[in-house]
Structure formats: structure tokens, C-alpha cells
């Protein structure tokens, strides 16, 4: 009599106790899987920003292999790569995905498991500037942009100088662009695609411009005003430099 109540107990205490064992090592290889394939994603930035293409297929066939029918509905969400958020470079994603621990009794049904991620790349410096030791990339640099024009002249200068307030500026095409300015008719710049190479003119005229745009004679861009120097830039002398 006792046995025949005690049993059926002390089975679903075992088979609870499997399941959730078997429950924390699939969620602590995938968070593993993640975090590797993260980690590679974030070393690769520095010579390639294309390995981000790939990088949900290839996590979902490592999951799907390691953890064969034991996880299902593998879902990577919110996938931001190399955008700005105080620093720029960072990578955030969510990954969703159900595991499902068979037991011989099919006690338990799929148990939804959610994963977010957020760290920075490893983008050291851009491609077309000198390498830099870790030492250098540890020291936490404080970004001091100037502005310059590209193809005329040496000097650079600070954001509000009179030289460049009225200069379009040098930027990526983007939806917000195209919502808060208007559209050059001589360009045909309502036609440019995101991220082609855009020039703003953000404080006189509000119109965006193609570079082939007879309107574009000279423009500005930012860059750190280290690069700057050593490019030869030298400080204004209406602005100071910036
Ligand atoms: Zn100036
Ligand atoms: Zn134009």
C-alpha cells in the first residue's frame, strides 16, 4: 500500500531531477555556442564586417547539430552589428529557441529559453590607419573629431566655424536623412540608395545631394583630430581648430 503511493512520487522526483539536469547542460551549451560564435563574429569585425552575413545561418546549424532534436525554433532577433551607442562597434542580438528534453514519458512539453547579448567588436583602429598595440587600444581614447574638407585646403576646424557651416557635409545615406531633408531635382538624389555616400547640406538649404551634383563643389567630413595632424592638417586661425 505504501510502496503504491510512494513510487509514482519518488518517479516524477527522478525524472524531474533528469530533466532539469539535462535541461541547464543544453542551455549552458548553447549560451557556450553563442558566446563563441559571438566572440569570433566580434575578432572578425577588425578585418571584415561580411562574416555578420553569415552569422545566424552558421549559429543555427551549430546549435541544430549540437543539440540535434533537442532544441528547436532557433530564432535570432534583434540583430544590431557595429552601430553607435556611446562607443561605436557594438553588436546586440537576442536569440530564442524551445528545448525540448525527451524523456521517456514525454512528461514535460518544450520550454521556451531567451538569450540576449550585447558586447563590443573588436574593430581597433579603421582599415587605412596603422595598427595599434593592445597596450594603445586598452588606454581608453576620448574621440576629438575636427572637421576638414577633403579637397581643399589644410586647415581644420571646429564644428561651428563660418568656413564650414555653410559646406555640405560628407555623410552615409539613411531613411532619417531622407525624412528630414529634401531631395536635390538637379541630382536626382531621392533615388540614392542607403548607405551610398551622401552630401547634407544641414544648415543652409536642408537638401541632400549626389557627389556628382554640380551643387557639390567642395564638402566636409569629420575626422579625429590626431589624424588630422598627422595628416597635416593645421588649426584654423578664425576657429582654432576645434
Ligand atoms: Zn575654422
Ligand atoms: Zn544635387
Known sequence: MEAAIFLPIFIIG??????????????????????????????????????ALNFEAALKSRLYSENDIMISNVDLDQFHYLYADGTYGMISMD???DVDVRLPLQFYSPMPVSESLMFRAFIGKTMDQENVSLAELEKEKESHLVWIFPTAGKKHHDKDCIYIANEPMETSMTAAIKRSYDACKLCE??????????????????????????IVDKYVTSIEKEEAQRKGYSPCSKCGGG
Open 14 to 51: 527522478v525524472l524531474t531531477i533528469a530533466y532539469l539536469i539535462k535541461f541547464m547542460a543544453i542551455q549552458e551549451r548553447v549560451f557556450h555556442a553563442l558566446t563563441d560564435e559571438a566572440r569570433a563574429l566580434s575578432a572578425e569585425a577588425v578585418l571584415t564586417p561580411l562574416g
Open 95 to 97: 536569440l530564442n529557441y
Open 189 to 214: 538624389s531621392k533615388n540614392m540608395v542607403n548607405g551610398s555616400t551622401a552630401y547634407v547640406f544641414t544648415k543652409s538649404g536642408k537638401v541632400y545631394h549626389r557627389g556628382s551634383c554640380p
